[in-house]
């Protein structure tokens, strides 16, 4: 089943029909204009206008949902592993984990991250929210997937420090080298990292 309701995926196939608007701008296009402010939204086309009223965010994960569910597919699925969470910045995190097929574990949408520069501070992300999901019970583990920069390793290191206190295993996604890289051609902290993380062979 899919993911993005279908006044969602609508608006990114209407943005994919013009001229220098690949599949990746057209996602990043729907969502910033899912989360844009009502009166901004009222003077769009009337695909936005759908999208506006026709979808919400998933009162437990905060990911992308139809209108009148309370919960999304994937926290609604008695398939997923409700004792892994997997921690992304933004619903677009989720497809491309998804897209994956490797993880049957359910998510938590921070919706940004730390940024002091941009003053995205704590109470402006879905944190508190997910404190309260592992003080309930039932998460052995927490994946954090925020992404690999100043600001994800800033939010990663931010959610370990909250979160020492409660039994719960917190892990990190691994970073590396890409398939199909050149060593000569990966800069030096990919380098770093891909040492750092490396593993036994099989």
């Known amino acids: 089943m899919p993911i993005l309701p279908q006044p969602v995926q609508n608006l990114i196939t209407a943005f994919e029909r013009l001229p220098g608007i690949g599949p990746k701008s057209a996602s990043r296009l729907t969502f910033f204009l899912l989360r844009a402010p009502a009166d901004v939204s009222k003077k769009l086309a009337e695909a936005l206008s759908e999208l506006q009223e026709a979808t919400t965010f998933c009162s437990r994960c905060f990911n992308i949902t139809s209108a009148g569910n309370v919960l999304c597919e994937i926290c609604a699925s008695p398939k997923r592993d409700e004792s892994q969470v997997c921690v992304v910045e933004e619903p677009l995190d989720v497809l491309a984990l998804e897209r994956t097929g490797g993880f049957g574990g359910h998510y938590h949408v921070l919706h940004g991250a730390l940024s002091p520069i941009e003053g995205i501070g704590p109470e402006d ?78």
Not at 155 to 184: C, N, S, W
């Open 125 to 202: 992300l879905k944190i508190k929210p997910l404190v309260e999901r592992i003080t309930s019970g039932g998460i052995k583990e927490l994946i954090i997937a925020t992404n690999p920069s100043m600001e994800g390793d800033a939010t990663a290191l931010y959610l370990k420090q909250q979160l020492l206190h409660l039994p719960v295993r917190i892990t990190r996604l691994a970073r590396g080298l890409p398939m199909g890289g050149d060593l000569e051609y990966a800069d030096q902290n990919t380098l770093l990292r891909a040492l750092a993380g490396r593993q036994e062979m099989e």
